[in-house]
């Protein structure tokens, strides 16, 4: 299974936190990024996204480009989630290929989780994941880093 994590775009200011929308750079970035994953990652089987607007702008911008996939909302990826909700969810599902959009620092632990790589993601970045599932654990490689 393929796994792509993505730390939402750029976001205006504001208040209350989780209506802050992208910004223009973030919405530019963010096509951007599309672009580096059709060859990758088209047609995903499932795109999650935290609650928070800027999450739901930033996966929506996403499924416009790779397939049209409908957006599910999971308040386990909102940014101080656990982690092992994430992985439970993960788990749970029979695909392919899976994109999941939330914040810092959740995207970083889930990674490290996973991965055993700590990376501290920038707005816009994306780390796809190569998982494998032993029946107990989720255990990934990095394959794609959209910073590099």
């Not at 792509?4 to 992208?22: C, K, M, S, T």
């Not at 223009?24 to 609650?51: H, M, T, V, W």
């Not at 620092?105 to 991965?115: D, I, K, N, Q």
Request: charged share 20%.
């Amino acid at each position: 299974m393929k796994l792509l994590l993505v730390r939402h775009a750029e976001a205006i200011g504001g208040y209350p936190d989780n209506l802050r929308q992208l910004s223009e750079q973030g919405r530019f970035d963010l096509n951007e990024l599309s672009n580096k994953l059709k060859p990758i990652f088209n047609r995903p089987d499932y795109i999650f996204a935290s609650p928070f607007l800027r999450a739901k702008m930033s996966a929506e911008i996403l499924s416009a480009s790779l397939g049209n996939i409908e957006v599910l909302i999971d308040k386990s990826l909102k940014p101080f989630a656990e982690v092992w909700e994430a992985t439970e969810l993960i788990k749970s599902l029979a695909a392919d290929s899976i994109i999941m959009v939330g914040h810092m620092p959740f995207v970083s632990e889930l990674c490290y989780t996973l991965s055993d790589v700590l990376i501290q993601f920038n707005t816009g970045q994306a780390i796809g994941l190569n998982l494998e599932f032993d029946g107990i654990k989720l255990k990934g490689k990095i394959f794609f880093n959209s910073a590099e």
